[in-house]
DNA sequence: GTGTTGCAGGTGTGATCACAAAAATGGCTT
DNA sequence: AAGCCATTTTTGTGATCACACCTGCAACAC
């Protein structure tokens, strides 16, 4: 019995908050691709019954975050090359626009902000922390797409993110590199230069560069 | 070993068939923006309960193609200019791309099919048919980005039409124009040339034509 | 006339149950 | 040992219900 009222400043929705936690965990790189997961592990999880965890699995599997069997059974998705390539092919349309247009917004602090969360990102991967990386990555990218007051645009990139979150766990995961992100400092110089031709080449590279660490 | 997991003729879930008919009206324009609808009246006119209703409702916010309110009633969306800006240019951005991968593949067939297709369209702008419009324009579009072969970028241009369908509907309908598609004759010729930086000017070119009627 | 209040119907949310189908299990035969 | 079949357990699906809240709407006070 629900005796505890919800006013709209408090608690959201149980369903809500369930897939919020999900979303975030999936684009981050908490979940491996195929992991398997239950509607009642889910509920029970959260303490709550299957409802709510069945309304943020059908949320996620419409974003592409979740995948069904043919039997309904919900699994992180497994993707195949091709589709981690047309992924990637998004990733460069969708962010090099968004980069575009939010360099004549971008000022000094936001420019500061990134060098703050580069040096984060520099120390994940100094530590092979794959999670770290994955968060902090996504972080930058995200504080210099909000500059461009495109929240369509946004929310599609991160639609891939999520899509590509349980597979770029499992391939920073094997990775052994120790080298800091070149290309993000390269994005840095070209927004301070102004340089929009630069800035598109150096997210296009930061994307695509993913993308060849799996043909290896 | 699972020898028949699900037979042909085996019906769906009813969840998943209230889905896709409702995707399907949305995204050709069957619904006004700003509708209001209800789980039990879905359910209802399903012949269902609530609970199939809510998941397939669930599906259909996770893709944007139906809004909550802050007090969880359920409605299509009404987009303000900027959005609308916005998902066309996403529109051009992805269009462009998988119209440029289809045209190595493009051959005579197609090509025919195309303009086949096209005279569905001019029939239905004589007609002054938005609804058909809009879907024969769908399908001119759907027709060629099949070829291709990039499914997760054909996904996503289907997202940003079904956020665009009841807004797509409130425009043409209210449109007076009689003059049949320019632009898709455009299209066909590039594709039958070969001619790539045509096909993307055209392709943008009949995209971003719908953004200006709004301006008016 | 205009604003307010109270009430009744409707709405989404979440819990619980019944059911069918799919996996997992365990015992049996070969 | 390995493969196979029957049984049990687990899982998703859909129906139904209780509940809190929102929305209209009508009656009322000023």
Redesign the pocket.
């Given at each position: 019995?629900?005796?505890n009222?919800?006013?709209?400043d408090a608690a959201p929705?149980?369903?809500?908050r369930i897939y919020r936690t999900l979303r975030t965990r999936i684009m981050q790189g908490d979940l491996s691709p195929g992991q398997p997961?239950?509607?009642?592990?889910i509920?029970r999880d959260y303490?709550?019954?299957?409802?709510?965890a069945?309304?943020a699995v059908r949320r996620l599997v419409a974003e592409g975050a979740l995948t069904?069997?043919s039997?309904?059974?919900?699994s992180t998705p497994e993707l195949s090359n091709e589709r981690i390539e047309e992924l990637a092919a998004l990733r460069a349309l969708i962010e090099v626009e968004l980069a575009s247009r939010a360099l004549p917004r971008a000022h000094m602090a936001l420019i500061e902000r990134l060098q703050t969360i580069n040096t984060a990102v520099a120390e994940a991967v100094a530590h092979r922390d794959a999670v770290s990386y994955i968060r902090t990555n996504l972080e930058f990218h995200r504080t210099l797409y909000l500059r461009a007051q495109a929240p369509a645009m946004l929310a599609m990139a991160e639609t891939v993110w999520l899509q590509l979150g349980p597979t770029m766990r499992a391939l920073y995961g094997k990775l052994r590199k120790t080298e800091p992100p070149q290309f993000h400092r390269l994005i840095i110089a070209a927004l301070r230069a102004g340089d929009e031709p630069g800035l598109r080449l150096a997210v296009r590279s930061d994307v695509t560069q993913g993308l060849r660490m799996l043909a290896s």
């Open positions: 019995m629900n005796l009222p919800r006013p709209a929705a149980a369903h809500d997961m239950t509607l009642r592990g509920g303490g709550v019954s299957m409802t709510p069945r309304e069904l069997s039997s309904g059974r919900i």
